[in-house]
């Protein structure tokens, strides 16, 4: 039986219970010209054909469905596919959706995209696309990425972004994110908020969504060629959930494919610790959204810890949350120092250095390989490269 996850959000933006839309009333015509105008580019030829080309001319896509054999050998269990995310222009999937935000924003006669980073890689992705389309791009950093990720903050500028510090709270992704939104604010009419994942206030959820499923599309095409039969299992790492949902979408309705979202532990799961949003949380608010969140008694977002910067933020897209829920995904965890292991194993196993987030998806899968029979077929999505995580990783392990 089919089952009509694909066909959600409903019209207010609710994914089951969550999502929604809880913004400042004075914000709420930008967002519906936003919702509305996205609606009409999703089924114009034109908007689709600009979009697609670019994909395929700039980005790089189709990104290949890569065999790692030697990794499938020397596990001795299921075979391991990585969707080759990591080789797109700017090395992430992000750039899947800030292309067609950039191209939304442009068709909306907006003059500047604004948007917040964690790891950098999307303050890259919305520079690049923002520069591509010709528009003024302002990204929000906290203090503390900005030191572990300088070589993304450098890219951002010579690209022609403006990066804003962010030096309040825990100065990560959260703080940065709260920052960019009052930034936004004071200029709604003539500004795009361009979202960094599958979070936010409806439409983003849904528009970020669209723009990430071409990664399961093309999944499904490429794996049919190869084994003649759909995968056993999907594994993706989740932040707020983007590259997680852009291979998870087009599987939705086959009821043979499993598929498992890995959240980082960090350190543990101590207060503070990890970001298991989907593990350890409870549903409540959190910027303009109603979602699993990490939260004190009284509602408010609690500090988190990863080693991979792209996976510290205490709420999760609602997406997500509802298919939690449902029972239609199963959320796993991995902890920093298993992420650093599968980081190093793929690196010398391959020849491949993955970002330390896409190395939670496959610490797991390694883990799940080999508990499997050598007929199965894990797909994993290898979401960026790690070459800005380089000096980090050989600070810390000692190599
Ligand atoms: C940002 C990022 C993530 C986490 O974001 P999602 O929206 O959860 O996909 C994962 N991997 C890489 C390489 C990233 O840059």
Do not use: W
């Amino acid at each position: 039986m089919k089952n009509n996850l694909k066909s959600l959000p409903n019209e207010l933006g609710y994914f089951g219970v969550y999502g929604g839309r809880q913004i400042p009333p004075e914000l709420v015509s930008i967002f519906e010209a936003i919702e509305k105008e996205y609606l009409i580019a999703k089924e114009d030829k034109e908007f689709q054909a600009e979009y697609q080309t670019l994909l395929r001319d700039y980005v790089g896509r189709p990104s290949p469905l890569y065999l790692a054999q030697n990794l499938t050998a020397k596990i001795g269990g299921a075979k391991i596919y990585l969707k080759r995310e990591d080789l797109n222009h700017t090395g992430a999937h992000k750039i899947n959706h800030t292309l067609g935000e950039a191209l939304l924003a442009k068709r909306l006669g907006k003059k500047k995209l604004l948007a917040e980073t964690g790891a950098g890689q999307h303050g890259v992705a919305l520079a690049t696309a923002a520069a591509l389309v010709g528009l003024e791009c302002e990204i929000h950093m906290g203090k503390i990425d900005i030191l572990k990720q300088a070589p993304n903050v450098a890219r951002m500028k010579i690209l022609g972004a403006k990066v804003v510090t962010v030096k309040s709270g825990g100065r990560c992704l959260k703080d940065a994110v709260d920052s960019a939104f009052e930034a936004f604010v004071k200029n709604p009419q003539e500004t795009f908020f361009g979202i960094g994942s599958v979070v936010g206030p409806h439409p983003f959820p849904m528009i970020v969504r669209d723009f990430q499923s071409v990664v399961g599309r093309e999944a499904r095409v490429q794996i049919l060629e190869r084994e003649n039969r759909l995968p056993d299992y999907l594994v993706a790492c989740v932040g707020g959930g983007s590259n997680a949902i852009g291979l998870f979408h087009e599987f939705l309705g086959d009821e043979e494919v499993k598929m498992i979202g890995v959240e980082p532990s960090g350190r543990g799961f101590g207060l503070g610790e990890h970001a298991a949003t989907l593990t350890l949380g409870k549903p409540g608010n959190i910027h303009g959204m109603f979602t699993y969140l990490l939260q004190d008694e009284n509602g408010v977002p609690l500090p988190v810890h990863s080693i991979a910067s792209g996976l510290d933020y205490p709420g999760v897209g609602p997406v997500h949350a509802d298919l939690k829920d449902k029972g239609r995904v199963v959320y796993e965890t991995i902890n920093d120092q298993e992420a650093l292991a599968a980081f190093l194993e793929l690196s010398r196993t391959e020849g491949i250095i993955p970002a330390l987030e896409s190395a939670h998806a496959l610490a797991y899968a390694l883990k799940l390989a080999a508990s499997l029979p050598k007929e199965q077929i894990i797909i994993v999505n290898l979401s960026g490269r790690g070459d800005k995580d380089v000096d980090f990783v050989v600070e810390n392990m000692n190599i």
